[in-house]
């Protein structure tokens, strides 16, 4: 159990990285095969895998601040709060994770502004 919960926190650290830096082939390894993911903003849109991955660019670096760590066998729900850089700009966001086979696969992901 804590191997799980040393490589959840590690992969929701690398997912913020990851988006920071732009790199949709490491996100793309680390989604399932389908996703929901809604965003921050005003409508609190949802997409789904490709759209998400579509959307993803090199950009400002970011702090994510695990709270939360629960799991349910092969599934997880975290909770983190991720902090961008600069600006200050804050979001909770609630994640739900899956393991299919070895490796945990991010399947459901819903952020707010704080």
Request: aromatic share 8%.
């Amino acid at each position: 159990m804590h191997a799980d919960i040393e490589a959840l926190k590690s992969r929701n650290i690398e997912i913020g990285a990851a988006e920071s830096r732009g790199d949709r082939n490491w996100l793309d390894g680390a989604l399932a095969t389908k996703l929901a993911f809604q965003r921050a903003n005003q409508k609190r849109t949802i997409v789904d895998r490709k759209e998400f991955l579509d959307a993803v660019g090199a950009g400002s670096d970011r702090d994510t601040e695990i709270e939360s760590i629960h799991l349910y066998g092969n599934r997880a729900v975290i909770t983190c709060i991720v902090t961008m850089k600069p600006g200050g700009e804050r979001y909770h966001n609630v994640r739900l994770f899956i393991r299919p086979e070895a490796e945990w696969k991010l399947l459901g992901w819903a952020n707010e502004p704080l």
